[in-house]
């Protein structure tokens, strides 16, 4: 029933993404078929340039649209558990783009933090990519800011790093 409810906003949050992806086919296909046109020089050069900026525009316009898409799902199911249902798309669609760039930020400090703690040796780097693998949703759920959702995560799975990792080894061997 739950499921049921929220489908279609599910599935619509998670294809925004692919607005992006369009505007880059549409970008590539103009690439291939200015060189099969056969226009040479100047005006070859300008088209290639334009359709390299429409191109890293489209890049762009993809990645926060992903991180959009990414953030109102785990919104989606804040307000679906918390009985508040969203009424629309863009209600959702609006509140998540507030979290977009915070959600880059801190996606980046556990990459970055998970790298260096690697670096270290193999094993600090597996202990501490689980200790913030929490730290975005701290960030949406919580409302806390970047270092600080970095902190929640590693308190919220002080205690259970073993059964969190249990959980995350049955979940890879279900998808693989």
């Known amino acids: 029933a739950i499921y049921r409810e929220i489908f279609l906003k599910l599935i619509g949050m ?8 369009l505007a880059l086919i549409v970008i590539f296909g103009l690439f291939a078929l200015s060189g099969y046109l056969g226009i040479s020089g100047v005006a070859y050069s300008i088209i290639m340039v334009v359709l390299g900026l429409l191109g890293l525009i489209g890049l762009i316009i993809m990645i926060y649209l992903g991180l959009v898409s ?11 558990s918390r009985d ?4 629309n798309f863009k209600q959702v669609f609006r509140e998540a783009k507030s979290y977009a760039g915070a959600y880059l930020i801190v996606g980046l400090l556990v990459g970055i933090l998970t790298l260096l703690w690697s670096l270290l040796l193999i094993i600090p780097g597996i202990i501490f990519g689980v200790f913030y693998s929490l730290a975005v949703y701290a960030l949406v759920l919580e409302n806390h800011k970047e270092m600080a959702a970095l902190r ?3 308190d919220l799975i002080t205690g259970y790093w073993w059964p969190v990792v249990g959980r995350c080894v049955l979940a890879g061997l279900i998808i693989l």
């Open 14 to 21: 998670g294809l925004l993404p692919i607005l992006g992806v």
């Open 70 to 80: 990414q953030v109102g799902l785990i919104m989606m199911l804040r307000n679906f």
């Open 84 to 87: 508040k249902l969203v009424g």
């Open 152 to 154: 929640r995560s590693k």
